[in-house]
């Protein structure tokens, strides 16, 4: 069974940049979930999807981050602009509906400068 | 805010020494909570998991954790570290009333001394 996929695994971009990421998640797996995670700290949910509607986006900056998912597989999240302080990992997890097993990406690794 | 606190953001043990890693949450209602295992430019894998069933839960690698509700606490342990141990490893929780969301700890990077 293949695992979630996420690409690109680096991005370095300038601040006021915009950036985009892409995440599918494993097949059949209805909940989707963005994560970010500064460096030394632990992964902070961003945004999660139950098919193609947002369960829950209460921690999204949402004046610079947007996300969707189309047709209920795959997933991009955008910054736009960017900031210095949203240099970190950006993980993507699915699961089938509950949150109780979540599988994750490898992530990608996001730089501003 | 409900949370998960673990001690210690790093941890240094011998090979073949025990491996303990520490993890309290903070809440009279008993949660779910996990073990997950990080390693290097890797996303995320489950070490183990508490559902409210067997206190004492066995995960992969030789991981296990003791759910002591009179100490809120989720402590992960391993008898005898190997070298491929050496990774970061979060503690999660979810809290069952409310939103049900998955909220990590802080990490701690373990090494392992040869």
């Known amino acids: 069974e293949a695992g979630v996929a996420q690409s690109p695994r680096y991005k370095i971009i300038e601040k006021r940049q915009s950036v985009a990421f892409w995440c599918n998640p494993i097949s059949g797996h209805a909940t989707l979930y963005w994560y970010q995670q500064i460096l030394g700290q632990g992964p902070k949910l961003l945004i999660q999807?139950?098919?193609?509607?947002?369960?829950?986006d209460s921690q999204l900056p949402k004046d610079r981050f947007s996300a969707e998912r189309l047709k209920g597989v795959d997933s991009t999240l955008k910054i736009q602009p960017a900031k210095l302080e949203d240099s970190a990992v950006y993980l993507c997890?699915?699961?089938?509906?509950?949150?109780?097993?979540?599988?994750f990406g490898p992530g990608t690794r996001l730089t501003v400068t | 805010a409900q949370s998960v606190t673990q001690l210690g953001s790093h941890v240094s043990v011998s090979e073949g020494a025990l491996v303990l890693l520490r993890c309290n949450y903070s809440s009279s209602v008993p949660p779910y909570l996990f073990w997950y295992v990080q390693y290097p430019n890797q996303g995320l894998q489950l070490l183990l998991k508490y559902t409210s069933a067997a206190t004492l839960v066995k995960g992969i690698n030789g991981f296990e954790a003791e759910f002591k509700k009179s100490e809120t606490s989720f402590h992960l342990t391993k008898p005898s570290a190997h070298m491929s141990d050496a990774a970061e490893y979060f503690c999660?929780?979810?809290?069952?009333?409310?939103?049900?969301?998955?909220?990590f700890g802080t990490g701690t990077r373990l090494t392992i001394i040869p």
């Open positions: 997890a699915s699961s089938l509906v509950s949150p109780y097993e979540q599988y």
């Open positions: 999807f139950q098919n193609n509607g947002v369960v829950d």
């Open positions: 999660a929780v979810i809290y069952t009333f409310g939103n049900e969301k998955l909220t």
